[in-house]
């Protein structure tokens, strides 16, 4: 092996390494939420904590999505230092997941799926699945703002807040890792290739938006049936990109993890459900 191969192959693993570890404390952060020392506590905390006073009294509008967006960012990125023993089991599940799962990818994408109809239906689906994640948020809003309904018109805005931190940090990852769509090279699927420019398979946008959407809407409207249509729906989506030859198994697997974790960080940090203002449905 030469060394700029073993360069190019060390800088690899750091990425993914890197990309993981983000995956990990964003994981860490679904599952306890920011506590008493951020913007926004949780409602676990003491009754006379300060920021939950402030959350149950405040309204979410529209005009505080730039604000929100910008700290949602700061702690998106930093989640990795939050890492400690008690929450630290769940990233490194994830972890060693998506290594498996990287692992197997070309056997999988060069093996199956190789119907161009079934591939050109499978696409077909998976867009009009995000078109209705991505169009649901915007009817909540505009039904719950037209009927004066505040659980509903959080809802939306905090659906949209999550779809736009979660491409942001899928983008981010897309530009680091340059990674091959399946129908180049037999579906090896390889990484750091400049010539993918902006195309980058890994991860996939489409499971980003997907699960950030179902993941906020889903925790806002906990029932049963609502549970199971948002993830269906957004399971439909991650199946599709594979089937339609879009993605890698591994590309799907960060794309869900990644809107999944980051819609319940939105909710838990600013939902006014998550602080029982609203009693969810």
Same mark, same amino acid.
């Given at each position: 092996?030469?060394?700029?191969?073993?360069?190019?192959?060390?800088?690899?693993?750091?990425?993914?390494?890197?990309?993981?570890?983000?995956?990990?404390?964003?994981?860490?952060?679904?599952?306890?939420?920011?506590?008493?020392?951020?913007?926004?506590?949780?409602?676990?905390?003491?009754?006379?904590?300060?920021?939950?006073?402030?959350?149950?009294?405040?309204?979410?509008s529209?005009?505080?999505?730039?604000?929100?967006?910008?700290?949602?960012?700061?702690?998106?990125?930093?989640?990795?230092?939050?890492?400690?023993?008690?929450?630290?089991?769940?990233?490194?599940a994830?972890?060693?997941?998506?290594t498996?799962?990287?692992t197997?990818?070309?056997?999988?994408?060069?093996?199956?799926?190789q119907?161009?109809?079934?591939?050109?239906?499978?696409s077909?689906?998976?867009?009009?699945?995000?078109g209705g994640f991505?169009?649901?948020?915007a009817?909540?809003?505009?039904?719950?703002?037209?009927?004066?309904?505040?659980?509903?018109?959080e +809802? *939306?805005?905090?659906? =949209?807040?999550? !779809?736009?931190?979660s491409?942001?940090? /899928?983008? %981010?990852?897309?530009?680091?890792?340059?990674?091959?769509?399946?129908?180049?090279?037999?579906?090896?699927?390889?990484?750091?290739?400049?010539?993918?420019?902006?195309?980058?398979?890994?991860?996939?946008n489409?499971?980003?938006?997907?699960?950030?959407?179902?993941?906020?809407i889903?925790?806002?409207?906990?029932?049963?049936?609502?549970?199971?249509?948002?993830?269906?729906?957004? +399971? *439909?989506?991650?199946? =599709?990109?594979? !089937?339609?030859?879009a993605?890698?198994? /591994?590309? %799907?697997?960060?794309?869900?993890?990644?809107?999944?974790?980051?819609?319940?960080?939105?909710?838990?940090?600013?939902?006014?459900?998550?602080?029982?203002?609203f009693?969810?449905q």
């Open positions: 092996m030469t060394a700029s191969a073993r360069s190019r192959r060390s800088c690899r693993l750091a990425i993914l390494c890197s990309a993981a570890l983000l995956c990990g404390g964003l994981a860490a952060y679904a599952q306890s939420g920011p506590r008493s020392s951020s913007p926004a506590a949780l409602p676990n905390d003491p009754p006379d904590a300060p920021e939950v006073q402030q959350l149950a009294t405040e309204t979410i529209v005009r505080d999505l730039p604000r929100n967006l910008l700290h949602d960012q700061a702690a998106i990125w930093t989640s990795p230092a939050r890492l400690n023993e008690s929450n630290a089991i769940g990233p490194a994830l972890v060693l997941a998506t498996v799962v990287i197997t990818d070309h056997e999988v994408m060069s093996s199956h799926f119907d161009k109809s079934l591939n050109d239906h499978a077909t689906a998976a867009n009009a699945l995000v991505v169009a649901t948020p009817l909540m809003f505009g039904v719950g703002h037209l009927r004066h309904n505040n659980h509903a018109e +809802t *939306g805005i905090l659906a =949209a807040e999550a !779809v736009a931190d491409l942001a940090v /899928s983008e %981010v990852i897309k530009l680091v890792s340059l990674r091959e769509r399946p129908p180049l090279n037999d579906a090896r699927g390889r990484f750091f290739q400049t010539s993918v420019g902006f195309d980058s398979s890994f991860p996939s489409h499971t980003v938006v997907a699960w950030s959407s179902a993941s906020v889903a925790s806002e409207y906990n029932g049963t049936l609502t549970k199971l249509t948002a993830y269906g729906f957004a +399971t *439909g989506v991650s199946v =599709a990109r594979v !089937v339609g030859r993605h890698f198994p /591994s590309d %799907v697997l960060v794309g869900s993890a990644v809107g999944w974790m980051i819609g319940r960080y939105v909710f838990r940090r600013h939902s006014h459900s998550y602080s029982g203002r009693s969810v």
